[in-house]
T-cell receptor, first 113, second 114 residues
Framework: NAGVTQTPKFQVLKTGQSMTLQCAQD?????MSWYRQDPGMGLRLIHY???????DQGEVPNGYNVSRSTTEDFPLRLLSAAPSQTSVYFC????????????FGQGTRLTVV | AQSVTQLGSHVSVSEGALVLLRCNYS??????LFWYVQYPNQGLQLLLK??????LVKGINGFEAEFKKSETSFHLTKPSAHMSDAAEYFC????????????FGAGTRLAVHP
């Protein structure tokens, strides 16, 4: 089982460049989300989606866009990369409510220079 | 405001010693609670979760956690640490209401010494 797949695993961007982090899940989960992980701050929610066509902002949405055209895919777009966006990004998926745990991808380590 | 707090960003224990990692939440209604582990350069893996079926929850790798409503806590324990337990541990909560948002604590890095 593939679970949650993120690409790429590593990326270096120059300030001002744009890119898309890809995330796909094969578990038919309704709920998908993007987090960034920074030292000492845990995981902070960037954007999330409760189903195809429905997205909403999390705790730290500025500088990021998302869309959800299918149940399986939830890409994260950086429109104009800044050094403050240097981080490790995780995509997660889960069932809609309650005690269902989130399943995580392996992460994308992004460096903006 | 609803929140989750992990006390101690770094915990160091000797191999064979008790592991205790603390997690407290702030909410008037008990949330769903989770512990995740992250090994170096990897994603997060579920250790265990509280679903209200039992206050003492057993997870993988010999870890367990006890939900205490009166203390709004969900501390993670393991009776005897192993070198392979060295990792970062995250407590996460999903509060009732809202769209299933999972909120993480800041994490505790566990070091195990021989």
């Amino acid at each position: 089982n593939a679970g949650v797949t993120q690409t790429p695993k590593f990326q270096v961007l120059k300030t001002g460049q744009s890119m898309t982090l890809q995330c796909a899940q094969d578990m038919n989960h309704e709920y998908m989300s993007w987090y960034r992980q920074d030292p000492g701050m845990g995981l902070r929610l960037i954007h999330y989606s409760v189903g195809a066509g429905i997205t909403d902002q999390g705790e730290v949405p500025n500088g990021y866009n998302v869309s959800r055209s299918t149940t399986e895919d939830f890409p994260l777009r950086l429109l104009s990369a800044a050094p403050s966006q240097t981080s490790v990004y995780f995509c997660a998926s889960s069932y809609g409510t309650g005690s269902g745990e989130a399943f995580f991808g392996q992460g994308t380590r992004l460096t903006v220079v | 405001a609803q929140s989750v707090t992990q006390l101690g960003s770094h915990v160091s224990v000797s191999e064979g010693a008790l592991v205790l990692l603390r997690c407290n939440y702030s909410s008037s209604v008990p949330p769903y609670l989770f512990w995740y582990v992250q090994y170096p350069n990897q994603g997060l893996q579920l250790l265990l979760k509280y679903t209200s079926a039992a206050t003492l929850v057993k997870g993988i790798n010999g870890f367990e956690a006890e939900f205490k409503k009166s203390e709004t806590s969900f501390h993670l324990t393991k009776p005897s640490a192993h070198m392979s337990d060295a990792a970062e541990y995250f407590c996460a909560v999903r509060f009732s209401g809202g769209y299933n948002k999972l909120i993480f604590g800041a994490g505790t890095r566990l070091a195990v010494h021989p």
